[in-house]
């Protein structure tokens, strides 16, 4: 089954994030449509090249730590941004929490006020680990109406889940103050080719 995230033709559409696992992976597909104008932004571009079976591809070196100006412009001249920068990975939640904290929450914050800035449409990629410890519950999970529930403070692999449902509010917010046109997405378990961060045992895109 294809998922379609866009339905328009002919958008320029900015990738923030576009070469990690996910990113990787939209990107492409976006691509293959020859629908769109595109400009995949990342630190490096390792899985886009495997992505894309070392066929050209419009990436731009940002760091949206950094890069404060050309983030705007590039989110100036979009139609629509897709933000997929993040740091995922568990073990960081434990030896790092500080650093998954400022590209999660502060980091992608930029892009969000960018976009509210700018009135760009923005696609965010958040978290299934927002809803935090939802076993055991009686009640039905509902996407909109379940509590999000975080273990204590003490136990730093909530870190992650907070730092995202935290900007997932503030984007909601900027929906409701600024008119901010935004959809969440929070996927539950992506699995498939370029998952793996050792490149050297990847296969490639199907």
Same mark, same amino acid.
């Given at each position: ?58 990436? =731009?070196?940002?760091? @949206? ?8 412009? $590039?989110? %100036?001249? *979009?139609?629509?941004?897709? +933000? ?60 909109? =109406?379940?509590?999000? @529930? ?8 909530? $870190?992650? %889940?907070? *730092?995202?449902?935290?900007? +997932? ?38």
């Amino acid at each position: 089954m294809e998922i379609r995230f866009v339905e328009e033709q002919n958008l320029k559409i900015a990738l923030f994030g576009a070469s990690g696992f996910v990113g990787s992976h939209i990107a492409n597909r976006l691509a293959s449509s020859g629908e769109h104008e595109l400009i995949l932004c990342d630190l490096e571009d390792a899985k886009l090249r495997l992505s894309f079976e070392n066929q050209p591809f419009p990436f =731009e070196r940002v760091d @949206i730590s950094k890069d404060t100006e050309r983030l705007n412009d $590039i989110v %100036s001249e *979009a139609d629509l941004v897709f +933000d997929l920068a993040a740091f995922v990975h568990p073990a960081m939640f434990l030896q790092n929490p500080l650093a998954v904290v400022q590209l999660n929450l502060f980091d992608c914050l930029a892009v969000v006020n960018s976009c509210v800035q700018h009135k760009t449409r923005l696609i965010h990629f958040s978290t299934s680990e927002v809803y935090g410890k939802t076993g055991g519950r009686n009640a039905p999970f509902k996407e909109d =109406e379940t509590d999000l @529930i975080l273990g204590p403070v003490k136990n730093q692999r909530w $870190i992650y %889940s907070c *730092a995202k449902q935290l900007l +997932d509010r503030i984007i909601f917010a900027n929906g409701v103050e600024h008119g901010l046109n935004y959809s969440l997405i929070r996927p539950f378990k992506f699995v498939g080719p370029l998952m793996d961060r050792d490149l050297s045992i990847t296969r490639g895109f199907p």
